[in-house]
């Protein structure tokens, strides 16, 4: 008896070490586990901060960029006052700035007294002036860096004088015509604006980010306190931001990392101890089972919790906004499946061109959602100043596979729709052709297939084009709706599609859009979703315009021809009844055009004419300049670094900025072996 009872208290004693040993292997897997899941979902909050950073900033800074061509001008004639205005203007306009101003340099100011200093902030709904005092700006990085290095700068926070808080400072020099350096345009943004946006997502709750200046100093933190924390005590995650070499910090307490993990192991042990007893007296398999389960439980919801991190992520990439405009109407939708995808779509528009696309990557998972999210980036980057589809089809292809992905690749198609005209160009990379849908009838665009994005190492990618007519709605989809299966394996298929789209009786994107999805759920009939539902509809839409007045001149490609078309310009705003300063501006930029078709469209001693029509409508002034010689699209043209002086300055590029910041729309279309330009400012009502 007492022999036995010693191997039973043996067998507690054995069976207790296995259980604390298991569940200590178990937690210490969990933990490297957790440790690698975490860092890799500081690297999407960094990135996702950082973006989100640098997208806010861009814009301020775009702002300040698009003010300063009319800020130079007032300062180069000595109005400065016109300056208060714009002021007023982009405080109004922007509630993310507090304050702007215009400071000029002392030197400046002895040649030229008649500039005046001028200062602007924000108190509740009104905009007050604040007085300058010069002396009190001299060591400050917005005033003396634009002077010394004759850049932009963006400052490290300090608290303000004249807002009692903290705020940072965007500076921008101004010259002259002369290229002489009168003083600084400036604009202050809050730091509490700052902050929101690196606090607006946060994956783990107590999470602190820290921004860190190129010295190392904390400048800015999402709980107001300014020291690193404890490595001891907190995941430190660290990534670059901005080009300035300021550095962001992410800071995740342990606790919060490894806390289901903590709680976890505690009742992983107290169960086990129970069970240990209870196998003696009962049954000793118990144990296996209910720790099997527990683990599997604990795996499921960390597995759910970054499906639906990476979900958001991928409905976030792609536009939520339809633009509002009375030539082309936009709809679109996406419905995930529970498993991650790579559907996307996009589209903006450039120059009176509507970009857009649709693609599918293949496979599943973070994979395929990250080459997806590359793709839509390499599709934006690519459009902002390419307009040929086969181009940045074949670029985005050539991209991807150096990205030596293996196994994946994307079907895709990108079209380009000039507005004015309705002329569709596109380029198929072995995605469905899309539908067209038209008085209640439904066909398909003819497209080459060509191969998916990523798929060959070399192949030769085709370009098409069509004229898109009018009421008639471009229905792009990926195979998720072709493919929905119902219970029984049966595909919905292109045919139940049409039939679909021709049930709608209606071209309207959005009606299309619903109507579908209608009849895709009652096709499958509540069978799991296998595969991402994406759909884009455009239905282009020609705008009749009434001519008031039209005018041509034809010139020849010969310098002296230049002078005859300033002489029309003027004849046609004299007769539109154009105000002197819309004619002044005009001209600048009609002439700018004009003269690089007559001096550069055609090959040195060969004759060409340079045809250039004017027209008033009710609503706008319409100038369209046409050429037969060499193709050349100048809306593709890199634009002018403004933030260099004109020695470091690239040759070319302002002819076009000037252009685009006087007309307010510029369209390119190589047409019939024609270069036509189209120009447009609207008359004010």
Known sequence: MQKIKGYNILGIVLALLLVFVVAGV????????????SEALAELELGYVNLTLNEAMNDIRQTVFDLSIPVRQLVDIDRTGGVVNLAKGILSNNSAMCGCGLVFYP??????????????????????????KREEFVGTEWYDIPLKERRDVWTD???SRVYGFSVCTFAHPIFNGKDQLAGVFLVDIPTDWLKHKISERRIYGNAKFLLLNVSGKVVLSSDDSFEIPDERHNFIYRGAIGNRGSEMILSVPYSIVYADVINDGIFTAFIGLMIVILMLIVLFGTLRG?????????????????????????MGMVP???????????????????????????????????????????????????????????????GDRESNPRIIVSSMHSRIRELERRNMFVTFFAGVLDLPTGTLRYCNAGHNPPAIVEDGRCGFLPVKPNTPLGFLRKYSFTMEDTALKADRTLFLYTDGVTEAMDRNQELFGEERMKNALEACGSTDPEVLTEKTCEAVGKFVAGAPQSDDLTILAIRYIPQQETVLLEKSITLENNRKEIARLGEFIEEF???????????LDINLAVEEVATNCVLYSYPDGSKGTVEVTAR?????????????GKPFDPTS???????????????GGLGIFLVRKVMDTINYEYSGRYNILTLTRRIPQ
Do not use: W
């Open 573 to 583: 705003a004299a007769e539109a009844g154009m105000e002197r300063k819309e004619q």
């Open 320 to 382: 939520a906004r339809f633009p509002d405009r009375p030539d082309v109407k936009i709809f679109a939708k996406m419905v995930p499946a529970k498993e991650i995808g790579g559907d996307f779509y996009d589209f903006f528009i450039r120059d009176e061109k509507l970009f857009f696309c649709i693609g599918d990557v293949s496979g599943k998972g973070v994979p395929a959602s990250l080459l997806m999210a590359t793709s839509r980036i390499m599709f934006r980057t690519l």
């Open 157 to 159: 926070p300090y608290v």
């Open 26 to 37: 178990h937690a210490l897997r969990d933990l490297r586990r957790l440790s690698r899941d």
């Open 616 to 628: 008033k409508t009710p609503e706008k002034y319409v100038f369209i300049v046409k050429d037969s």
């Open 107 to 132: 030197s400046y100011v002895e040649t030229h007294p008649d500039c005046e200093d001028i200062g602007l902030f924000r108190d509740g709904d009104k905009i007050r002036n604040v007085p300058i």
């Open 290 to 314: 209910e720790r099997s389960r527990q683990k599997v439980e604990t795996e499921s919801r960390l597995m759910e919790k970054e499906m639906n991190i990476a979900h958001d992520i991928q």
């Open 637 to 651: 043209a890199p634009e002018a670094d403004l933030k260099r002086n004109s020695y470091e300055r690239r040759k």
